[in-house]
Nanobody
């Protein structure tokens, strides 16, 4: 069993940055591919970025070159650095341990 808690969301202006954190407790964190998904109002949940246990990453085209996913297996934590934020990045961001455990989400709102 893995429990996941996201943090770091908030209200920010366009062009600024946020760093989201995903803290996992329980056994086996380092064995999971970890991902960040997001869901905007009225839209389907979509993949933002994912990182394998060895650190291979994959990004959605809409965030490539602006967002960076990383992990610290010693701290059981995954990060999502969001730079150059746009209003269309507004969503609830979820952390996911593939293919089993979801967090509750953290709200990111980008608005002037």
């Amino acid at each position: 069993q893995v429990q996941i808690v996201e943090s770091g969301g908030g209200l920010v202006q366009p062009g600024t940055s946020l760093r989201l954190s995903c803290a996992a407790s329980g056994r086996g964190f380092s064995l999971y591919t970890m991902a960040w998904y997001r869901q905007a109002p009225g839209k389907q949940r979509e993949l933002v970025a994912e990182i394998t246990p060895r650190g291979t990453t994959n990004y959605a085209q809409t965030v490539k070159s602006r967002f960076t996913i990383s992990r610290d297996n010693a701290e059981n934590t995954v990060y999502l650095q969001n730079d150059s934020l746009k209003p269309e990045d507004t969503a609830v961001y979820y952390c996911y341990a593939l293919h089993k455990y979801w967090g509750q989400g953290t709200q990111v709102t980008v608005s002037s």
